[in-house]
T-cell receptor, first 108, second 115 residues
Framework: KNEVEQSPQNLTAQEGEFITINCSYS?????LHWLQQHPGGGIVSLFM???GKKKHGRLIATINIQEKHSSLHITASHPRDSAVYIC??????????FGTGTSLTVIP | NAGVMQNPRHLVRRRGQEARLRCSPM?????VYWYRQLPEEGLKFMVY????????ESGMPKERFSAEFPKEGPSILRIQQVVRGDSAAYFC?????????????FGPGTRLTVL
């Protein structure tokens, strides 16, 4: 069993839809990260959070430490949001555990 | 301020050859991490280095793989006697500090293909 589980694995949405990607983890963490990987392969860090909620533009990330769960929301989705979204947790030390990613396709 | 740089972006090797992957961290960053992404799989931690020191190599295969981050120059991930199973994307990331609260910035990756 992976330390980090994401759902759904694949997601197709119409432009403008509200999107939610979920992440559950089984280890104690110091911080949780949401990453975005574009088709070209580059990885961008979207959020790092250890409690509560963060917002950046149309992206919102929340975390519930007690339930070991985080969600990434995209409001008013756009085709340029199409990418793989990866949840990662920092455990002890500096090691990250990664989810396998959610592949999002937003159709115009 | 340039981001994390990796080269080469694509590397093709035949079985048994050596692969050298380079990572130049962001300016001012002294912490480097290497990750591997196998085809159709998620990212996996390999090694964490600071200048001249390996801090955590728990994710490195026991044989053929080594990493260094010298006082001067880029961090190097070295794979000796490559096999087809080494074909993957190798990403490095750098951070300003060494705690888990420091954001990591990723490079564009090196895609290694072993023929």
């Amino acid at each position: 069993k992976n330390e980090v589980e994401q759902s759904p694995q694949n997601l197709t949405a119409q432009e403008g839809e509200f999107i939610t990607i979920n992440c559950s983890y089984s280890v104690g963490i110091s911080a949780l990260h949401w990453l975005q990987q574009h088709p070209g392969g580059g990885i961008v860090s979207l959020f790092m959070l250890s409690s509560g909620k963060k917002k950046h533009g149309r992206l919102i990330a929340t975390i519930n430490i007690q339930e070991k769960h985080s969600s990434l929301h995209i409001t008013a989705s756009h085709p340029r949001d199409s990418a793989v979204y990866i949840c990662a947790v920092s455990h002890t030390g500096n090691q990250f555990y990664f989810g396998t990613g959610t592949s999002l396709t937003v159709i115009p | 301020n340039a981001g994390v740089m990796q080269n080469p972006r694509h590397l093709v090797r035949r079985r048994g050859q050596e692969a050298r992957l380079r990572c130049s961290p962001m300016k001012g960053h002294s912490h480097v991490y290497w990750y591997r992404q196998l085809p159709e799989e998620g990212l996996k931690f390999m090694v964490y280095l600071q200048k001249e020191n390996i801090i955590d190599e728990s994710g490195m295969p026991k044989e053929r793989f080594s990493a260094e981050f010298p006082k001067e120059g880029p961090s190097i991930l070295r794979i000796q006697q490559v096999v087809r199973g080494d074909s993957a994307a190798y990403f490095c990331a750098s951070s300003l500090g060494g705690t888990v609260y420091n954001e990591q910035f990723f490079g564009p990756g090196t895609r290694l293909t072993v023929l």
